[in-house]
């Protein structure tokens, strides 16, 4: 494992040829693993962890300060010395070499390395890419975490996590995102109205029409995604469900380029009956 | 392939060379080797550079080989690529002879075009599979009804790569 952490070391290199290859050589590690060996695949991807969340002590040397001042001060994490003072701390590693990390996580970890990227997700410039490593990895641990990130100050990361939970299919995922239909901020109400079109699950139609909006394209949005979620139900193979949706679209008051859409899609579904 | 338009290959197994001082992880040789399972055993295989000339595809089937680049066909049996074009499918002399003009026309008649979004899709998606074949260094098998690989977790977490916030399709 020290291959492992000379290549993550060598990520923060100045020369982008050097740290070019050391991604090359860590992503090739990580191609080639053979899930089979269980335990291997879940030391590599412990070591990753482990070089992810890794702090050393210190504050003035960080190459990455580059956030205003107050946000960086929210940012270090703080822990307790030997003599019970505070030590302020900074991550080991580089904003680029820590994306680098989450990504190869996302491809290999599995549910004990996800806490890891649980804990990126409170770093403010890799939480992002901690998101998009728990969407791929998709197992209910992660998911959960996914779901608690909902909770988060900063609207432009929820939107990202709401995405990321239109691709997952476990049921806690489905009503968190039902629940986001109400927020008071009407971006994220339509992004969770579209992630719902993406769950077979006739009942979301209710709420994806609930999730309303007072501009044109908001309703556009909405519209589309009532028609979206009839072809999800379809491609599940519920094409009663998917009928009623279509009706329902269809029987609305409005008019809106999504009408026509559902009036063809209810045609072909009729001609499949 | 002519008759697997809305599906695609069943296995795949290839060997690539990445460039080794980047800026970019784009492979700069490989041969990758594509079988069409429900296409009558059909094979194709996919090569970078040789001496003949640029990159192309090499189809290899009971006559012979024929190689398709963007500018060039030829044959290992030049009588392979004389076939008289009243012979081909209707839409490969149609997308030959008039690509853009076919498309403006199916925006007015809401008809699918020569080369439309499912083709498209289903091109793309044989070279994302031979670059996914030569990064995992072992042979694949894909469900192109589901679009999922058979029993393979580990090639399916790169099925798709998940976007920045707040970016979305």
Redesign the interface.
Known sequence: MNDIRNLVNQLNDVDPTKTFRSRQQLQAIVDQLDWSDAELRSRIAGSLAAELTATVAGQSDDPDRQLPYRMYLRHLAKKKGQDGSDIATRPKHSVKARIVLCELLGQIASDDQASALKVALEDLRVRDAARRALERIGTPVAVRYLIQALSHHDPEFRLGVIRSLAKQRWGNSMMALRKQTNNSDASIRLAAAEALAEYPETANDAYIAAASSDTVRGQARIGASRVRLAGTLVSFGNLPGAADVLKSVVSDPGNGPWKAAAERELTRINTFK | MIGVDGSGPTKMEGTGQ?H????H?VLRQFEVKFIYGNHEGGELLCTSQTEEFGVHFNLYGDDGRISVSRRRISASDPDIVRTESKNYDDRLLESYVRHYENWLDCIHTRERSICDVEIGHRSVTVFHLANLAV???RPLSWNPDRETFVDD??AD??L?R?????W?I
């Open positions: 990445f080794e001082n980047g800026p992880g990064r995992l260094g977790p580990a977490r790169l798709s998940p976007m920045r916030s707040p979305r």
